[in-house]
């Protein structure tokens, strides 16, 4: 997606085809929506969205609804936590099915095949609520977070260095998609074993390269050190428990990992102010991230989770707002 413009009708599976310009102009939107809504309220007039969610959700499945119907839209809950889709039905029946009445599909599930199977199959967007591999709105929310506290200038957000300490997982790969187009340095510090997949880091470093910024893959904790942000997730992510023995060895593999005061503090050196904390939430406390940090003055999370809302509006906005719209029903 070049610009926003481009967003209108898109599938929104991944931020891998978004460009910097796409992204500053969707914060722009974003941040105007935030000052006021009331220019935007009727974006959506008329419009129904199918939320699909296969697993549990407080942020997405909040954030989408209220952030919808401030938009003038109708949102319509489908809990798939009890059946897998494609299970009653196949995935392509299930989307011809619902583009007859809804303007678009935002789907939270376990395989990032089953949207892209989905993507292909409906005739209107489906928008990536979290998948295996991506969580593009969580990213565009927690760019957006670091945006506000860049003053909304794009040349301090360049500016700042955004270090991710955990596992390799679905939302550690969308934020190295967001910040590495932005042009964010960005530190990557995993387990051995546990880094992102191959794929995501080889488009990263190219698009970090294309926006003259760094970009590094590590195991190696100091390299914590001279950053911003640190960002921390779950080492357990939602299906990826395996039992009691995969949380256990997780743990034990983790267990250095966690971001705590030193940490911060070591992130903190060299840099003008000390480092905000982030995190997506839901933080698994003790573990992860300590309760020190996490209740801290520099930690930002309750503003990333309002941030959802904002930034996830300013994507439907772009997506609908003026122009031509897929009708439902319609062939
Ligand atoms: N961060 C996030 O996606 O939270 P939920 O799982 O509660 O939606
Ligand atoms: N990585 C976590 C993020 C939850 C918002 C998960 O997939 O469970």
């Not at 007859?100 to 990032?112: F, H, K, M, S, T």
């Not at 932005?182 to 488009?203: K, Q, S």
Request: glycine residues 8%.
């Amino acid at each position: 997606m070049t610009s926003a413009a481009d967003m209108r009708g898109a599938d929104v599976l991944t931020l891998s085809n978004f460009t910097p310009r796409a992204a500053l102009e969707l914060f722009d939107t974003a941040r105007r929506a935030k000052a006021d809504i009331t220019p935007f309220r009727r974006v959506l007039d008329g419009r129904s969205f199918a939320l699909l969610f296969e697993k549990p959700s407080l942020r997405t499945k909040m954030s989408f609804e209220v952030g919808i119907a401030k938009l003038g839209g109708q949102p319509v809950f489908m809990d798939h936590g009890a059946q897998r889709l494609g299970a009653r039905e196949s995935v392509r029946d299930y989307a011809k099915n619902l583009e007859r009445w809804v303007d678009g599909i935002i789907a939270r599930v376990y395989l990032q095949t089953a949207l892209e199977e989905m993507a292909e199959a409906a005739r209107c967007p489906v928008i990536n609520a979290l998948s295996d591999r991506f969580h593009p709105c969580q990213a565009l929310a927690d760019l957006f977070t670091l945006f506000e506290l860049a003053g909304h200038d794009a040349g301090r957000l360049r500016a700042m260095r955004l270090a991710y300490v955990g596992d390799g997982n679905n939302v550690c790969h969308s934020l190295m998609h967001a910040a590495t187009l932005l042009g964010v340095g960005m530190t990557v510090v995993t387990p051995r074993g546990y880094a992102p997949a191959e794929d995501v880091t080889r488009e990263c470093e190219a698009f970090a390269k294309a926006a003259g910024s760094t970009f590094a893959v590590t195991a190696d904790l100091h390299a914590v050190e001279g950053h911003d942000a640190v960002y921390t997730d779950v080492w357990v992510s939602m299906g990826q428990g395996g039992g009691v023995d995969e949380v256990t060895r997780r743990r034990k593999v983790f267990a250095k990992y966690t971001v705590d005061a030193g940490l911060m503090e070591r992130a903190s050196r060299g840099r003008p102010a000390p480092a905000v904390f982030m995190h997506c939430l839901p933080a698994q406390r003790g573990m992860e991230v300590t309760d020190e940090v996490i209740d801290s003055a520099r930690s930002v999370v309750y503003d990333q989770a309002e941030n959802r809302m904002w930034a996830q509006n300013a994507l439907l906005v772009h997506m609908y707002g003026n122009g031509q719209h897929h009708q439902p029903g319609a062939t």
